[in-house]
């Protein structure tokens, strides 16, 4: 392994790091982006029973707010669902970003790597080429270990680059695809407790939660 670094040149160094750089986030965000842990299936059902069985205080309310993601949005949909179902709404897809934002965490780093380690295989190639064609006009095309020197480097990087950017631009397209899966779950999640908590509202028993309108007006 390391002969093959050594014949590929100074360029397999940072292709090495870009691939360290690729399994560190791969490994983070596999560990991460669990469902339960970013959007728990029976949360909803447990705030809604808080909710009505007039449970649903200021404590509870900061453990549901760093109980999950899914958490945080259900969170501030309570806060603000006295100031009506827009506002409430407007609430929860502002909090909403910021769960994205987390939730894309590295991600761009992780694409990036995908695309910049063709790139860096592809720069070696040319450089080995330089090498080959020098030799060549140096001292002819009689010296084959000069030339397989240079070939050598040619077809390590790009085969060095190729292997990390392809398993790199799967994943990038994978955790993408499981961002937007969480998102779209959290989301039919916030939209059902806003329409039962106003279907709760319009049958008038809003005035027998005390408690949730006292928390939420703080």
Not at 17 to 33: G, H, K, P, Y
Not at 121 to 140: D, H, P, Q, Y
Not at 166 to 177: A, C, D, E, G, N
Request: charged fraction near 20%.
């Amino acid at each position: 392994m390391f002969e093959m670094v050594q014949a590929g040149g100074w360029l397999m160094f940072p292709i090495i790091l870009c691939s360290i750089v690729s399994a560190a986030i791969c490994t983070e965000r596999f560990w991460t982006l669990r469902h339960d842990q970013i959007a728990p299936r029976n949360l909803l059902p447990q705030v809604w029973n808080s909710i009505k069985n007039n449970e649903m205080d200021t404590k509870r309310l900061r453990e549901l707010r760093s109980n999950s993601p899914l958490g945080q949005i259900l969170a501030a949909g309570i806060n603000s669902h006295r100031r009506g179902r827009e506002l409430m709404k407007e609430s929860i897809e502002e909090v909403a970003s910021h769960v994205v934002h987390e939730l894309e965490r590295y991600l761009n780093t992780l694409g990036t790597v995908a695309a910049i380690t063709p790139l860096l295989g592809l720069l070696g190639t040319v450089i080995g080429m330089i090498k080959v064609f020098s030799a060549i006009r140096l001292e002819g095309a009689g010296n084959a270990a000069v030339l397989a020197g240079g070939i050598s480097e040619a077809l390590i990087t790009t085969a060095a680059g190729l292997s990390v950017a392809i398993p790199s631009l799967f994943f990038y397209r994978y955790f993408q695809r499981k961002v937007d899966d969480l998102v779209i779950s959290m989301e039919q999640e916030a939209l059902k407790l806003v329409e039962v908590l106003y279907a709760d509202r319009e049958r008038g028993s809003d005035s027998k939660k005390p408690e949730i309108a006292r928390v939420a007006s703080r």
